[in-house]
């Protein structure tokens, strides 16, 4: 059977979101159906503002709806350390940790040549530049454990040897929650050589 | 951390659809973000339209964009089989079994007077209405195997009664592909007593 022109371009539409298949585009479809036609609305207008209001901060490449990010413009964020993440959205995971004050810096990626991201692509010379009107102390790598990550890491890392900047990266270890039975073999070397004395 | 204003609108928008946490409300957020505005657009244009264009069906409720729905239109289903269901999507999960040719009835819900749903709210009399002019022979019942789907099949069973039709349901037994060991008594009783002889 065919659906209704507008159900079926409706499925067809949200079928090409991540995560979400025939059977959840369906779900979602009827549920869309069923609500009332202003909360439809909103949704759609919500979705077509995003891309058109949201850009990277000038500054940092975070996501924001102004020139310079929210972060960068508060004055209560620690002056001289910075955290350099691949993606806008690992701002928002480590804001959520609670537990860093300083400033960020989005490279816009991860080294990865077979996809065409080689370190021209990524903003390291835009991070330099903020080494010195920022006065920073301190580089945090909070790239992604795996093979893109560390070669970026190393790629961030050699381009600041000679501006005298600490540089740093998170602690490998084992998550919070997980198994000891279920960690890797990697993770639990990394483990082990990051181990710190109790109290 | 505050998100940026129009990302936190379609997040809190986002988060109202069913099946859809914080978390996933985050992944698609950030996956509208990154495409083509293009794109955005077409699924805003579609979420918005759906509700503008799709309506009930007037002869039996099942959703359509023209005033009669394609099944009841068709000249090619089968006349006098009638399959009683509860909600318009029940209509698209019986198509897609290529094992019926009549033609549907949605009642528009299940006899649940806690949730304010008695006789009078669902299609009843309507599907009265049709039994002449569309020579039904055969009502079939296919409505969930639930204590409201029961008491909605008896409530319809005993409104046709006086109308000289069959009354049938659709057989209670194993789910394809579901193991014998975790089917539920209920499910075990049905299939026996509904058991086929073989060949």
Tied chains: 1, 2.
Excluded at 84 to 90: G, I, L
Excluded at 112 to 141: A, D, F, T, W, Y
């Amino acid at each position: 059977m065919l659906y209704p022109r507008p159900l079926e371009a409706l499925l067809y539409e949200l079928e090409k979101l991540p995560g979400v298949g025939p059977k959840s585009a369906q779900r979602l479809a009827f549920a869309l159906l069923r609500r009332d036609a202003q909360q439809n609305d909103d949704l759609a207008g919500a979705i077509r503002d995003v891309k058109a209001k949201i850009r990277p901060c000038e500054n940092c490449g975070n996501y924001t709806d102004v020139e310079i990010c929210d972060i960068c413009a508060s004055p209560k964020r620690e002056n001289g350390l910075l955290c350099v993440v691949a993606e806008a959205r690992d701002v928002l995971a480590i804001e959520n940790s609670n537990e860093f004050f300083g400033r960020y810096h989005v490279l816009g990626g991860l080294f990865n040549p077979l996809e065409g991201v080689g370190p021209e692509q990524l903003k390291i010379s835009e991070m330099i530049g903020r080494l010195g009107p920022e006065h920073v102390e301190e580089v945090i790598l909070a790239l992604s454990p795996t093979v893109e990550g560390e070669t970026t890491g190393s790629l961030v890392a050699r381009a600041l040897e000679k501006h005298g900047v600490k540089v740093t990266q998170l602690a490998r270890g084992l998550p919070f929650g997980g198994d000891l039975d279920y960690a890797d073999q990697v993770t639990i070397a990394g483990a082990l050589r990051g181990r710190r004395e109790l109290g």
